[in-house]
Each structure stands twice: as C-alpha cells, then as structure tokens.
C-alpha cells in the first residue's frame, strides 16, 4: 500500500507545508535511460527531495533531468557507490548550494521560511567491512554534519547498513517501534553518531507493519532488514509526521525507498542558487567625467543615510 502525498484533511497537498524527503539505495544507474525511469518514478510518488546511494556514476556534478535536478558524487575514476539528491521541481530553484565530499558523502542546502534545510546522504560501509572504513567514513560525516550552519533543519538520510535494535537503553535515540530485537555494530556506530549531537534516528519511531519497516531484501527473498534511515535533530523533531517505506516504486533494486513526511514553510525565492548581486564595473571609475557623475549621484545618498 502507498502512502498517500496528500492533505488528509484538505484532499490536496498542502504545497506551504509538506515537505517529502525520502532516500533510496538504487544499486546502480548506468543503463540507458536510467536517470530518466528514476525521475519517473520519484515524479509519481512527489517526493520532493530523493537522497539517492549506489548511483555508480564518476565525478561531481549537476544536471537536469526531466523535471528534476540530479546532484551527485562519485568516485574520480571507477564506478562504485556514489551519492547524491534527486530534487524535484518544487524544490529545484530553492537549492542554494551542493557540496560533494566524495562517493559516500554529499550534502545539499535548500532555502526555506523560517530554518533553511541541510540534508546530508550518506552510504555508510557493510558489517564486513573493517574498522578503519568505517571509522574514516563516520568521521567524514561527523565533520560534514558539524560543518552545517547552526540554525539549520539538519537531516541525515541514507544507506547505514545499520540495524537498530529495542533495547530500551536507546529508546531516547530509537524509539520503540524498530524491525529488529538486536543492534548490530554497524547500529551501535549509528546510535553512538546520533546520541553524541543529541539528533534523533527517526525511522524506527513510528508504528508501522512489518513489510512498511523493511528497507531491504535478500536476493532469495527471505531475509529482510531495516537498514536505510533518516535522522534529524532534536530541535525539529516536531515537524517529523511520519516516515515509512513505499513498496510500490520500482528501479530494480534490492532496496525499498523510504519516505519521511515533513511540515515545513519553504521560501518564496524564485531561484536560490542563480540569485547573485550585480558587480560593479569599477575599470569605468578612471574616466574623470564617469566618477565625477558618479560623485554627484552618491553625495545626496550619503547624505540622507547620515541624517
């Protein structure tokens, strides 16, 4: 069953308020037309914002599919892992900055009324993997996040491969409603992440059935997990309506896409990455007669501020 992208109350989407962030491990996207099949299915959900793993493209980028803006980071040379954010058109003018760190780590910033909203994706390393990965890998996020402006919405979303358990000692941080009895190391990596900036793992609060949790399934479709996540602060906790996983989107991967519902006041800027101020042609200040026009103009304006 697919979470409805509208107002409940209204029988429309309130397009002021509602926010749909989501985030989805895609395993790859080099086969033909595979951006635009994505963007397809992203328009027909309304997600707004799509932090986006395993996209296996080189380089860093932007570009425009579609409706959309893809903004990614990858790998200099080969096509491995790779992240980035699918940003639909309500939101695309809106975006003011992008900051690739590399292909396991990018972060957007997108202008809204009151906070302006951070979001960072993140594909954290496999429980096989060794502890020099992950801790260079949670270091860079730890940086990443710390580097966000103070007063921002700050979001974390993304592949964890972290399962989190119900022990009650982290029920502050997990709440009580998560897939598994047990938390993994890879889990405990997360909680230690979220508890230390007092952030909340929000995935695991809300009260859903089974097949709603699970974020992944194993190739002989027998084992399933929740392992893919959104995390956000404390202080914006409120704003979280509820954040489930969508069934019904299909790109031929072994994830399911998770979508968080957000109330949020966007801006009203028509394009917040263009907008720049105009520079002054200074070169036209050496011809006496341009400055001396220019003198006169700017004395009673000085003038006035001066009173």
């Known amino acids: 069953m697919r979470d409805p992208p509208f107002d409940e109350d209204h029988g429309?989407?309130?397009k002021d308020y509602e926010l749909r962030a989501c985030t989805w491990n895609i395993r790859s996207l080099n086969w033909e037309d595979a951006a635009a099949h994505l963007v397809d299915v992203l328009v027909k959900i309304?997600?707004?914002?799509?932090?986006?793993?395993?996209?296996?493209?080189?380089?860093?980028?932007?570009?425009q599919v579609g409706p959309c803006?893809?903004?990614?980071?990858?790998?200099?040379?080969?096509?491995?892992f790779g992240v980035g954010f699918v940003v639909g058109?309500?939101?695309?003018?809106?975006?003011?900055?992008?900051?690739?760190?590399?292909?396991?780590?990018?972060?957007?910033?997108?202008?809204?009324?009151?906070?302006?909203?951070?979001?960072?994706?993140?594909?954290?390393p496999t429980e096989e993997k060794d502890d020099v990965t992950k801790d260079a890998c949670y270091e860079c996020l730890e940086r990443t996040y710390e580097s966000c402006p103070q007063h921002d919405v700050k979001i974390v979303l993304g592949d964890f491969n972290a399962r989190v358990g119900k022990?009650?000692?982290f029920g502050t941080t997990v709440g009580k409603f998560s897939l598994h009895e047990e938390t993994t190391p890879n889990g405990l990596r997360l909680i230690d992440?979220?508890?230390?900036?007092?952030?909340?793992?929000?995935?695991?609060?809300?009260?859903?059935?089974?097949?709603?949790?699970?974020?992944?399934?194993?190739?002989?479709?027998?084992?399933?997990?929740?392992?893919?996540?959104?995390?956000?602060?404390?202080?914006?906790?409120?704003?979280?309506?509820?954040?489930?996983?969508?069934?019904?989107?299909?790109?031929?991967?072994?994830h399911y896409i998770v979508a968080a519902k957000n109330r949020t006041r966007l801006c009203a800027a028509k394009n917040a990455l263009k907008q720049t101020k105009g520079r002054f042609d200074f070169e036209k200040l050496q011809s006496q007669r341009t400055a001396e026009r220019f003198s006169t103009r700017l004395a009673p304006q000085l003038s006035e501020s001066t009173r």
């Open 193 to 254: 992440f979220a508890g230390a900036r007092n952030i909340i793992i929000f995935s695991t609060r809300f009260q859903h059935k089974k097949i709603h949790q699970a974020t992944w399934r194993s190739p002989d479709r027998k084992t399933t997990n929740h392992i893919d996540h959104f995390v956000i602060d404390v202080g914006h906790v409120s704003s979280v309506l509820d954040v489930r996983v969508l069934r019904g989107p299909n790109i031929d991967s072994d």
């Open 89 to 124: 058109e309500r939101l695309r003018r809106r975006v003011f900055s992008f900051t690739p760190e590399n292909e396991r780590l990018d972060t957007i910033h997108i202008k809204a009324r009151f906070f302006n909203i951070s979001l960072i994706c993140a594909h954290a």
């Open 69 to 80: 803006g893809i903004y990614y980071s990858g790998h200099i040379k080969e096509c491995k």
């Open 46 to 63: 309304k997600a707004d914002v799509t932090a986006v793993q395993e996209m296996r493209w080189t380089g860093q980028e932007q570009r």
């Open 167 to 169: 022990e009650g000692i």
């Open 12 to 14: 429309k989407r309130n």
